[in-house]
Every structure is written in structure tokens, then in C-alpha cells.
């Protein structure tokens, strides 16, 4: 085991060592469904990367980028990936971030494995069960590591879709904080995207900053399709909203272009890293604007029995801060409980924010449901997750199947919130 502090007073590097029951993973469980395999190679280093705003930059890169290569599957395929360690000297993971992987393949190190080291390897293999937009990152000290430029992009397409779903152009746009360059796509500058007019297009938004990003679309409505790569039912056209991808977070849009003119999305929070879509004259800039929220947002699914069942655990986690720590219940992650709950179990966990920034909550190896928001049930689609966001005062109540058996981190997604003391356990009893 090897230890990497100093990080301040909570020496969190992910849980190196700290696992609190002292229960591990089991042995790789992915079950064969009969789609193909597909492998990667992926090797860490120091790099030297020149970026295109002129600063120079000592990243930690995968096949020598950052970010590293974008990985794309097809539901249902068995994932194999090969992960090298040339020299950092830190030790490092993968991380699938909103797959649901056996624990074993969850790259947390100190709990799901330990960190990779100099010379060393380690090979993950899980299936890629449900598509979507997710991401991987490094989990060994990820507040550090994810800066130097240890993540990605991981797509799984649906299995059916190219013949059957209109065809949608598609756009990846990754953000990522490398050193103190924000970058979309490892580029300082905005994304231009030749489209034509007419034609539809799906855009891919991943937030790998540790701050809330707004984002918002001049020149046509749009759709929200998917959060955190889920498909929403029957999302509306929006028009003139606002709409915050809290960090951890994805949000794919539907976009028609129009006619004439082309399309702007444009992150309000660094308008320099804006995106353009097609050609033709500039849109006129909505100015009133409401934050978009997805609590009335698509319609419910018919039948849903969910949301009257009797969850078997209930859980209450207030996320806040003390003197030098981000707490939650008003402890920094050693003194934390874990959640314990037994396998099958519906579990209910009440997130409650209790001061000390946005707090998107992040909860490993299963996708949770919302149910509510400030005491309110859901009025539209239903909304699944892995990253729930937190503003200011606002509570939610979230559901999730326990089927995913291990001992599995649930966090906040400001990694420095995280390394913090924002960080626990749940742990199959
Ligand atoms: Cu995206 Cu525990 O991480
Ligand atoms: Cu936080």
C-alpha cells in the first residue's frame, strides 16, 4: 500500500488503506451477454502538452493527450481495457464514472484496488450495459489528478441505433480544468461545428471541472434527451433557459438547425468556450432567461410503480462544511458512517444542502432515481442519475435498487470539496 498525503488535515487520497469495514470487492462478475469485445490500450505519463492559448503545461496524459482518447462502444459489448503506468510515480486508476461496473472494476484505489504504479498494469473488464454519455478519470487522489489531465470520454451508442432513430450528427464537447486552463475538447478555444440547415444534432456535454457550468442555446429551442447518458421520456422544447451541468455531470441536447443562421451553446460561465453550430448569420442573444429544472421537465412514464413503494432504508445526508472540512451529517470522511444496506434492498437517501458551494453528489455503481426536490414529487419524466447536483438550500430525496454488491464511494463531485472530507461510504451489509 502506499500512501500519497498532503492534502491538508483530511489525508484523503481516495481511501488509500481506509476502507472502514474492511470488506472487499468481489471477483470480476461481468456476465457474459454475447456482444463482442472490444480492448484498449491505455498508457499514463508525464507529457509536456503545448496548449493553444500558449501556456505550457506538465499534464499527466493518457496515449499522451488530455484529454485521453475517447472511447466509444456499443451497448452490450464486453469492455476490456488494458491500463499501463509509464511514470507516475503517484500511482493511478480508472474510473468508469456512471457505469455501473462490478466493484471489482470501480478503479477506486485503496478500496476497489490498489493504485497502479511506475511499470506496473492493470486490466479492467466489465460490459458496457447501458449507452449513454460517461466519462473515466483517474481515482487515486482524483482532486490532483483529474487537473493534470488524467480522464476522458467513454460513449456507448445504443445497440439499435443507427437504423432505426433519425439520424443525429454528433458531438462530443468535453470540459476539463488542466493546471488552470479551462479546455473543451483539450482546446482553449470554442468548437466550431459545420452542420447544415435542417439537420438535427446531438450534443454531448460532459463537465469535468469541479465548478457548475450554465450553459445556454441562441437560435433554436432545444431538447434535453439525456442526463447523465439516461434517456429522458418525451422532453420538451426549451426556449431561453438556463441550464447548469453541475460537475460530474452530463447533459445531451437536441438541436435543430434552423433555415437560416446558425446555432450558438454557449457556456456562460467562460463564453470563450462556446460552441457553434452550422453557418449563415449570427442569432440574436435571448436575454431573459429562467434555470432550467428538470422537476416538471418530460412526461411520466405510464405504469411507473416506483414512486409507491416503501424504500426498506432511509437515509439523510446533510451536506455542509465546518472550520476546514466539507462535511457530511457534520463529519469529514473518516468519522463518517457508512451507508449499510443488503443486497436488493430499495434504498432512499434525503441529500440535503446545508451551505458550502454547489455539492453535486456523485453515488458509485448504481444509477439513482429523484423523486423529489424540496419535499415536491416529480411532476414530469422520470429522472435518473449517477451526479445529482445541489444548489443552495435545496434538498432532494433520491431511490436507488441496491444490486451492485461491493463497498462503494458516494461523494461530492468538487473533487476539492471531496478530498475535503465530502466522502463515504455504502457498503452491502
Ligand atoms: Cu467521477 Cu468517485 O468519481
Ligand atoms: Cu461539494
Redesign the pocket.
Known sequence: AHHEHGLGSVSHT?LHDHSPTGVSCEAITAKETGGPTRSFDMTAARTTLQLDNGQTVEAWTFNGSAPGPELRVIEGDRVVVTLHNKDIKEGITL?W?GINVPCSQDG?AGVTQDAVHPGEQFTYTFIASAPGTY?Y?S?QM?SVQAKKGLLGSIIVEPRESAATLSPAKEVNALYQRLDSSLLLNGSSKGLDVPAQAGEQVRLRLTNGDNETMNFSVDGAPFQIIAMDGRDLHEPGLLKDVTVPVGA?GRYDLLIRLPESGKVIVRNQSFEGLSMTLGSGSMPERADARTMFSFAEYGTPQEGDPLPTLKPDRNFVLKLGQSLFVKTINGHAFHEIPPMSVKEGELVSITLVHEGGGDHPF?I?GHTFRVMSRNGLPLKGSPIYLD?LLLKNGESYEVQLKADNPGLW?A?C?NLGH?SLGMTMMMNYE
Open positions: 481516495d474510473h464514472h477506486v466519462w478519470h481515482h482524483s460530474g456523485h458509485h451526479t464511494m461523494h463531485h471531496a
